[in-house]
């Protein structure tokens, strides 16, 4: 079965610092794989998402990914860090056919100190 | 596009009662999944409808919940004789024609707490 790991539960960086999110994924062939950020009170929006070509994928918001097959890796990036960005963030994959049944890491909580 | 919403955004139950939670996705969207979030862990796929159809079913989804898509626009979740376990925040969310590649909108969810 498919499965997601998120190494880290809590993340705290300064305001402008940079930002590395680490995921791991375990699946028979290479998924779809995506982030997503929640906020508190609010659903949970895409940041970005990879399907095949170039392995560094660009997001919203300023965010980046880099997909690693040799890792099984889809780490999240951020050069320089706002306070509006302290969030939970999930990675998740889905099977690379059919619909969305999306398989979420346990999430990353962010803090973003001054 | 007014996004995807949910009713209500927060409910409150003793155990044994039923409790129904409402979903409205994005109007041109066929494609309808519930999820389940429980603290600290990432939401769970709980159900699938494509139009009026449910597709597909998790194993957490036990004989006591029943989701239903009669028009293939709204659909709603019913839980029977909740348990505490039960409580979670319940998340829905659409997706056109086209998924996987297509994303998934979320609503705000509905925040179960059963006493």
């Known amino acids: 079965a498919q499965s997601v790991t998120q190494p880290d539960i809590h993340i705290t960086v300064s305001e402008g610092a940079s930002l590395e999110l680490r995921c791991n994924y375990s699946?028979?062939?290479?998924?779809?794989l995506f982030w997503y950020v929640q906020s508190p009170g609010q659903g949970l929006q895409l940041l970005l998402k990879y399907f095949s070509g170039d392995t560094l994928v660009q997001g919203i918001k300023g965010f980046e990914a880099e997909f690693k097959r040799s890792q099984s890796s889809f780490n999240l990036r951020k050069p320089s860090v706002h306070w509006s960005d302290a969030a939970e963030y999930f990675c998740a994959v889905v099977p690379s056919g059919g619909y969305q049944k999306v398989t979420f890491g346990t999430g990353t909580k962010l803090q973003v100190i001054p | 596009d007014t996004g995807v919403s949910q009713d209500p955004r927060h409910k409150i139950t003793k155990r044994g009662q039923n409790v129904t939670f409402r979903c409205d996705p994005i109007s041109e969207h066929n494609r309808l999944y519930w999820y389940r979030q429980t603290l600290g862990q990432g939401p769970e796929f709980l159900t699938y409808f494509q139009n009026e159809a449910q597709l597909e079913k998790s194993r957490l989804l036990s004989d006591r919940f029943s989701a239903e898509r009669p028009k293939g626009s709204f659909s709603t979740l019913e839980i029977q004789r909740t348990e505490q376990g039960d409580s979670a925040m319940y998340l829905c969310?659409?997706?056109?024609?086209?998924?996987?590649?297509?994303?998934?909108?979320f609503g705000s969810g509905t925040q179960l707490s059963v006493l």
């Open positions: 699946y028979g062939a290479t998924p779809y």
């Open positions: 969310a659409s997706s056109p024609e086209g998924a996987p590649r297509e994303k998934l909108f």
